[in-house]
């Protein structure tokens, strides 16, 4: 073993597919990529994310209290990047990279049709955002794409780095 710079570890626990998290706040909507997310509980499903102060999304998060959260396909990792890359602030996101929004059922925030599965979402704890940044979603409804079979997600490593997830194992478990 070797020592590790502290200012990668997130590379080493990076927690699961880069997202776009989508708001829409002034009759204005946006996407912004977002990998600092994690499940925080099953029932009701609630994700906790990171959504820097800086980014253009957190104003229309905060005041609106909803997001959906579009899960793309490897198919997507350049645009993705390429959202990343941008900022709301200058240019309409979906015109700009060819996506197309979709009306939610329950929030005001658009999903992607492109994206082979959606979360509509809520604000459901603010408590740690003055400090860290971290909102808790409360997931309201799923959708999920039939005619996006097997979809491999895209993992960011830092720096221009990123992993497609790869085959799937099945392995006996207690869980369901």
């Known amino acids: 073993m070797r020592t590790f710079p502290l200012s990668r570890v997130y590379q080493l626990l990076e927690p699961g597919p880069v997202v776009l998290l989508t708001t829409a706040h002034k009759g204005r909507a946006n ?6 997310h994690m499940m925080v509980e099953f029932e009701p ?5 990171v959504v820097s102060d800086a980014n253009f999304s957190f104003a229309a998060l905060r005041a ?17 990047v390429n959202i990343g890359n941008a900022s709301g602030r200058d240019v309409d996101k979906f015109t700009e990279f060819g996506l197309t929004p979709a009306p ?7 999903l992607i049709t492109e994206c082979f599965a959606n979360l509509e ?24 794409d039939p005619a996006q079979k097997r979809p491999r997600t895209i993992h960011h490593q830092g720096y221009g780095t990123f992993v497609v997830d790869g085959p799937t194992i ?4 207690k869980m369901r």
């Open 104 to 110: 939610a059922a329950q929030v005001t925030a658009p």
């Open 121 to 144: 979402c809520r604000v459901r704890d603010t408590r740690l955002v003055p400090k860290y940044n971290l909102f808790i979603l409360e997931v309201l409804k799923a959708w999920r």
């Open 64 to 80: 609106t209290g909803e997001c959906v959260i579009a899960i793309p396909a490897r198919k997507l990792a350049a645009i993705v």
């Open 45 to 49: 499903p609630l994700v906790a994310c």
């Open 170 to 173: 099945k392995l006996k478990s």
């Open 31 to 36: 996407a912004m990529t977002l990998s600092w």
